[in-house]
């Protein structure tokens, strides 16, 4: 029994998320004492293998091939087939990106199993492991198992887990032989799907001030700013700050919005919906005010204030300023 991740580089760079899933299949692999494998596909396979060794995994896969240089769902399920029927994990986790989005259900009809997909936690017992996803727009999480012979296939959701970080392992490198014909691959790629340039990367703030309906107006967003500005942070907000026009788009968190994982992540004003969850649900450190003492975001916060936040930011702000002088 092994937990195999997959993950995922394109354009010569890691995929965030592909770190969160190895996070996953460590807590696996910890809990029920079997192997993990890292497993990267790609022209330059090897040398983007030689970059995960660092890692807590027990051996890193290469699947290197010159068709695998552009990813297509042919190729990389072509390649994953035959690897997977070689290793016979127990469990094989993806980041749920759209590329795995595009070929992983394929590749999980190949052993006749289905993707357990956009996992948001997992745990282990009685040596099963146990899938958590959303149904009905986060409205409601479902357990889900996986049976049969063969093993699950599962995507794991942005944020979901702490990315796992290098350190404490020195992994072997295994090059798997990879045979694929130009024949197999029926799609011809095309130019890299591109992102409109932001100019607010709210992923890479280390302090991160969001504000959410609590704010009641746009005219009281200065209150909410002089915070961000004391603690030196990035301002973000959730959907309705966004969809009202009062801060632009490029600052929304949440799933139709950026994915962010600060050191610490203010939440004011925030209930604490499942879309805005699940872009910073990431964060080390969360911290939370609301006047409703039963909103959800007190569920994941790691500290708490039940108050106006009229009252409870300005104060905190002077507390900020005198710390500072």
């Not at 049976?147 to 990315?163: I, L, M, T, Y």
């Not at 915070?227 to 490029?250: F, H, K």
């Amino acid at each position: 029994m092994s937990v195999a991740v997959i993950l995922e580089r394109r354009g010569g760079a890691w995929n965030r998320m592909s770190f969160e899933t190895l996070a996953a299949g460590q807590k696996i692999g910890q809990e029920l004492g079997v192997p993990v494998y890292a497993v990267v596909a790609g022209g330059d396979a090897l040398a983007a293998a030689s970059e995960l060794t660092a890692y807590a995994v027990d051996k890193v896969y290469c699947l290197q091939h010159e068709l695998l240089a552009q990813y297509t769902a042919d190729g990389f399920t072509t390649a994953f087939e035959q690897f997977l029927k070689s290793v016979s994990p127990k469990i094989v986790l993806f980041p749920h990106t759209y590329q795995a989005r595009d070929f992983a259900p394929k590749l999980a009809a190949r052993f006749g199993k289905p993707l357990i997909s956009d996992v948001i936690s997992l745990r282990v017992e009685n040596g099963r492991v146990i899938f958590a996803r959303q149904l009905f727009q986060g409205k409601l999480h479902a357990d889900v198992t996986a049976g049969g012979e063969g093993p699950a296939f599962a995507s794991v959701q942005a944020g979901a887990f702490h990315a796992a970080e290098a350190g404490g392992g020195l992994a072997a490198i295994a090059n798997f032989p990879v045979s694929i014909d130009a024949a197999q691959i029926r799609t011809k790629p095309g130019d890299l799907f591109r992102e409109s340039q932001r100019s607010v990367d709210l992923s890479n703030a280390e302090l991160i001030v969001s504000v959410g309906r609590g704010i009641k107006e746009k005219d009281n967003l200065p209150v909410i700013e002089e915070l961000a500005q004391a603690l030196g942070a990035e301002l973000a907000a959730s959907r309705p700050i966004c969809d009202n026009g009062w801060l632009p788009m490029e600052r929304q968190v949440g799933s139709s919005g950026q994915t962010v994982s600060p050191k610490v992540y203010f939440a004011i004003g925030i209930s604490g919906a499942i879309q805005h969850l699940v872009g910073m649900k990431g964060a080390k450190t969360i911290v939370a005010i609301n006047k409703d003492e039963n909103a959800p975001i007190f569920d994941i916060a790691d500290y708490g204030v039940v108050g106006d936040l009229f009252e409870v930011v300005p104060a905190l702000v002077e507390e900020i300023k005198k710390a500072k002088s």
